[in-house]
T-cell receptor
Framework: GAGVSQSPSNKVTEKGKDVELRCDPI?????LYWYRQSLGQGLEFLIY????????KSGLPSDRFSAERTGGSVSTLTIQRTQQEDSAVYLC??????????????FGPGTRLTVT | AQSVAQPEDQVNVAEGNPLTVKCTYS??????LFWYVQYPNRGLQFLLK??????LVKGSYGFEAEFNKSQTSFHLKKPSALVSDSALYFC????????????FGTGTQLKVEL
Protein backbone atom coordinates (compact mmCIF):
# COMPACT_ATOMS: atom_id res chain seq x y z
CA GLY A 1 0.00 0.00 0.00
CA ALA A 2 0.91 3.66 -0.09
CA GLY A 3 3.51 4.85 2.34
CA VAL A 4 4.04 8.23 3.95
CA SER A 5 4.30 10.97 1.35
CA GLN A 6 5.81 14.42 1.72
CA SER A 7 5.80 17.50 -0.45
CA PRO A 8 7.67 19.25 -1.83
CA SER A 9 10.68 16.97 -2.10
CA ASN A 10 12.97 19.98 -2.33
CA LYS A 11 12.44 23.57 -1.30
CA VAL A 12 14.82 26.48 -1.73
CA THR A 13 13.82 29.69 -0.01
CA GLU A 14 15.36 33.01 0.87
CA LYS A 15 16.22 33.90 4.42
CA GLY A 16 13.28 35.55 6.13
CA LYS A 17 10.58 33.87 4.05
CA ASP A 18 7.95 31.50 5.44
CA VAL A 19 7.70 27.89 4.24
CA GLU A 20 5.11 25.14 4.56
CA LEU A 21 5.96 21.46 4.39
CA ARG A 22 3.25 18.85 3.92
CA CYS A 23 2.93 15.28 5.13
CA ASP A 24 0.36 12.64 4.20
CA PRO A 25 0.58 9.73 6.64
CA ILE A 26 -0.28 6.12 5.97
CA UNK A 27 -4.05 5.73 5.87
CA UNK A 28 -5.41 4.69 9.25
CA UNK A 29 -2.32 5.65 11.22
CA UNK A 30 -3.31 7.68 14.24
CA UNK A 31 0.11 8.99 15.22
CA LEU A 32 2.18 11.44 13.18
CA TYR A 33 5.68 12.74 13.87
CA TRP A 34 8.02 15.34 12.47
CA TYR A 35 11.80 15.01 12.71
CA ARG A 36 14.67 17.04 11.32
CA GLN A 37 17.89 15.60 9.93
CA SER A 38 20.90 17.84 9.61
CA LEU A 39 24.64 17.32 9.43
CA GLY A 40 25.37 19.10 12.66
CA GLN A 41 22.50 17.85 14.81
CA GLY A 42 21.70 14.40 13.41
CA LEU A 43 18.09 13.24 13.67
CA GLU A 44 15.99 15.36 16.03
CA PHE A 45 12.39 14.98 17.14
CA LEU A 46 10.27 18.06 16.52
CA ILE A 47 6.59 17.37 17.23
CA TYR A 48 4.15 14.48 17.67
CA UNK A 49 0.39 14.22 17.11
CA UNK A 50 -1.74 11.39 18.48
CA UNK A 51 -5.41 11.35 17.58
CA UNK A 52 -7.27 14.28 19.11
CA UNK A 53 -4.82 14.77 21.96
CA UNK A 54 -2.79 17.92 22.35
CA UNK A 55 0.44 17.59 20.36
CA UNK A 56 3.81 17.06 22.02
CA LYS A 57 5.72 20.15 20.88
CA SER A 58 8.72 19.61 23.10
CA GLY A 59 11.18 19.29 20.21
CA LEU A 60 10.35 22.47 18.33
CA PRO A 61 13.54 24.57 18.33
CA SER A 62 11.90 28.00 18.40
CA ASP A 63 8.52 29.74 18.18
CA ARG A 64 9.13 30.20 14.46
CA PHE A 65 8.21 26.54 14.06
CA SER A 66 4.61 25.33 14.22
CA ALA A 67 2.61 22.40 12.95
CA GLU A 68 -0.98 21.40 12.59
CA ARG A 69 -2.81 18.26 11.69
CA THR A 70 -6.17 18.62 10.04
CA GLY A 71 -8.88 15.99 10.29
CA GLY A 72 -6.52 13.59 11.95
CA SER A 73 -4.67 13.01 8.71
CA VAL A 74 -2.58 15.50 6.73
CA SER A 75 -0.08 17.61 8.61
CA THR A 76 1.67 20.85 7.73
CA LEU A 77 4.90 22.04 9.32
CA THR A 78 5.36 25.79 9.02
CA ILE A 79 8.61 27.65 9.52
CA GLN A 80 8.31 31.41 9.73
CA ARG A 81 11.09 33.87 8.96
CA THR A 82 13.45 31.09 7.89
CA GLN A 83 17.10 31.22 8.90
CA GLN A 84 20.08 29.49 7.33
CA GLU A 85 20.33 27.13 10.29
CA ASP A 86 16.87 25.81 9.36
CA SER A 87 18.41 24.14 6.31
CA ALA A 88 17.90 20.41 6.80
CA VAL A 89 15.87 17.44 5.66
CA TYR A 90 12.48 17.39 7.36
CA LEU A 91 11.13 13.89 7.83
CA CYS A 92 7.58 12.91 8.60
CA UNK A 93 6.61 9.55 10.10
CA UNK A 94 3.41 7.81 11.12
CA UNK A 95 2.53 4.82 13.23
CA UNK A 96 -0.56 2.80 14.06
CA UNK A 97 -2.03 1.97 17.42
CA UNK A 98 -2.75 3.92 20.55
CA UNK A 99 -0.31 5.83 22.67
CA UNK A 100 2.29 3.10 22.95
CA UNK A 101 5.84 3.89 22.15
CA UNK A 102 6.47 0.30 21.10
CA UNK A 103 4.95 0.83 17.68
CA UNK A 104 7.43 1.32 14.87
CA UNK A 105 7.28 4.50 12.87
CA UNK A 106 7.19 4.58 9.08
CA PHE A 107 9.02 7.46 7.48
CA GLY A 108 8.41 9.49 4.36
CA PRO A 109 11.16 10.43 1.88
CA GLY A 110 11.62 13.85 3.45
CA THR A 111 11.66 17.45 2.27
CA ARG A 112 15.10 18.96 1.74
CA LEU A 113 14.93 22.61 2.78
CA THR A 114 17.68 24.99 1.73
CA VAL A 115 17.64 28.54 3.06
CA THR A 116 19.83 30.93 1.06
CA ALA B 1 16.77 11.77 29.54
CA GLN B 2 17.19 9.06 26.96
CA SER B 3 20.23 8.72 24.74
CA VAL B 4 21.71 6.41 22.13
CA ALA B 5 25.34 5.92 21.21
CA GLN B 6 26.68 4.45 18.01
CA PRO B 7 30.43 4.43 18.61
CA GLU B 8 31.48 3.74 15.02
CA ASP B 9 30.98 6.33 12.31
CA GLN B 10 31.81 3.73 9.67
CA VAL B 11 32.06 -0.04 9.47
CA ASN B 12 33.76 -1.77 6.57
CA VAL B 13 33.22 -5.45 5.86
CA ALA B 14 33.86 -7.80 2.96
CA GLU B 15 30.89 -9.33 1.19
CA GLY B 16 30.04 -12.72 2.66
CA ASN B 17 31.53 -11.90 6.05
CA PRO B 18 29.42 -11.33 9.16
CA LEU B 19 28.72 -7.74 10.14
CA THR B 20 28.00 -6.03 13.43
CA VAL B 21 26.87 -2.45 13.96
CA LYS B 22 27.06 -1.40 17.60
CA CYS B 23 24.48 0.49 19.66
CA THR B 24 24.21 1.28 23.36
CA TYR B 25 21.40 3.16 25.04
CA SER B 26 20.39 4.91 28.22
CA UNK B 27 16.76 5.32 29.36
CA UNK B 28 14.99 5.74 32.66
CA UNK B 29 12.27 3.17 31.96
CA UNK B 30 11.83 -0.03 29.99
CA UNK B 31 13.40 0.54 26.58
CA UNK B 32 11.89 -0.02 23.19
CA LEU B 33 14.73 -0.34 20.68
CA PHE B 34 14.68 0.05 16.93
CA TRP B 35 17.00 -0.17 13.95
CA TYR B 36 16.40 1.84 10.80
CA VAL B 37 18.34 1.95 7.53
CA GLN B 38 18.69 4.94 5.21
CA TYR B 39 19.76 4.70 1.59
CA PRO B 40 21.01 7.84 -0.21
CA ASN B 41 18.32 10.48 -0.70
CA ARG B 42 15.72 8.24 0.88
CA GLY B 43 13.77 8.25 4.11
CA LEU B 44 14.34 5.83 6.94
CA GLN B 45 13.25 2.22 6.55
CA PHE B 46 12.29 0.14 9.59
CA LEU B 47 14.42 -2.99 10.03
CA LEU B 48 13.50 -4.48 13.40
CA LYS B 49 12.54 -3.73 16.98
CA UNK B 50 12.86 -5.09 20.49
CA UNK B 51 9.89 -4.60 22.78
CA UNK B 52 9.93 -7.52 25.19
CA UNK B 53 10.55 -11.25 25.25
CA UNK B 54 13.27 -13.04 23.34
CA UNK B 55 16.50 -11.06 23.39
CA LEU B 56 17.32 -12.02 19.80
CA VAL B 57 15.02 -10.35 17.31
CA LYS B 58 14.95 -10.96 13.58
CA GLY B 59 14.03 -8.38 11.00
CA SER B 60 14.04 -7.55 7.34
CA TYR B 61 16.72 -8.52 4.81
CA GLY B 62 18.29 -11.14 7.09
CA PHE B 63 19.23 -8.69 9.84
CA GLU B 64 18.94 -9.52 13.51
CA ALA B 65 19.77 -7.75 16.75
CA GLU B 66 20.50 -8.87 20.26
CA PHE B 67 19.17 -7.02 23.29
CA ASN B 68 21.52 -7.14 26.26
CA LYS B 69 20.02 -5.50 29.31
CA SER B 70 23.12 -5.73 31.52
CA GLN B 71 25.29 -4.07 28.89
CA THR B 72 22.46 -1.76 27.70
CA SER B 73 23.27 -2.72 24.14
CA PHE B 74 21.32 -3.57 21.02
CA HIS B 75 23.85 -4.50 18.34
CA LEU B 76 22.72 -5.12 14.78
CA LYS B 77 24.07 -8.24 13.08
CA LYS B 78 23.93 -10.14 9.84
CA PRO B 79 25.64 -13.49 9.22
CA SER B 80 26.66 -12.76 5.64
CA ALA B 81 26.92 -9.21 4.32
CA LEU B 82 25.90 -8.13 0.82
CA VAL B 83 27.16 -5.16 -1.17
CA SER B 84 23.53 -3.99 -1.30
CA ASP B 85 23.56 -3.69 2.52
CA SER B 86 25.81 -0.63 2.18
CA ALA B 87 23.83 2.22 3.73
CA LEU B 88 23.50 4.41 6.82
CA TYR B 89 22.13 2.62 9.87
CA PHE B 90 20.43 4.28 12.82
CA CYS B 91 19.66 2.87 16.23
CA UNK B 92 16.78 4.50 18.12
CA UNK B 93 15.09 4.22 21.50
CA UNK B 94 11.83 5.15 23.12
CA UNK B 95 10.54 4.05 26.49
CA UNK B 96 7.42 3.61 28.56
CA UNK B 97 6.31 6.89 30.02
CA UNK B 98 8.64 8.86 27.81
CA UNK B 99 6.23 9.67 25.06
CA UNK B 100 6.38 8.14 21.62
CA UNK B 101 9.25 10.16 20.25
CA UNK B 102 12.33 8.34 19.09
CA UNK B 103 15.82 9.35 20.13
CA PHE B 104 18.33 8.40 17.46
CA GLY B 105 22.00 7.62 17.48
CA THR B 106 24.32 9.50 15.16
CA GLY B 107 24.28 6.74 12.58
CA THR B 108 26.85 4.25 11.29
CA GLN B 109 27.82 4.12 7.64
CA LEU B 110 28.15 0.50 6.57
CA LYS B 111 30.31 -0.21 3.55
CA VAL B 112 30.34 -3.73 2.15
CA GLU B 113 33.05 -4.37 -0.40
CA LEU B 114 33.59 -7.16 -2.89
Amino acid sequence: GAGVSQSPSNKVTEKGKDVELRCDPISGHTALYWYRQSLGQGLEFLIYFQGNSAPDKSGLPSDRFSAERTGGSVSTLTIQRTQQEDSAVYLCASSSGPTRSSYEQYFGPGTRLTVT
Amino acid sequence: AQSVAQPEDQVNVAEGNPLTVKCTYSVSGNPYLFWYVQYPNRGLQFLLKYITGDNLVKGSYGFEAEFNKSQTSFHLKKPSALVSDSALYFCAVSFTGGGNKLTFGTGTQLKVEL
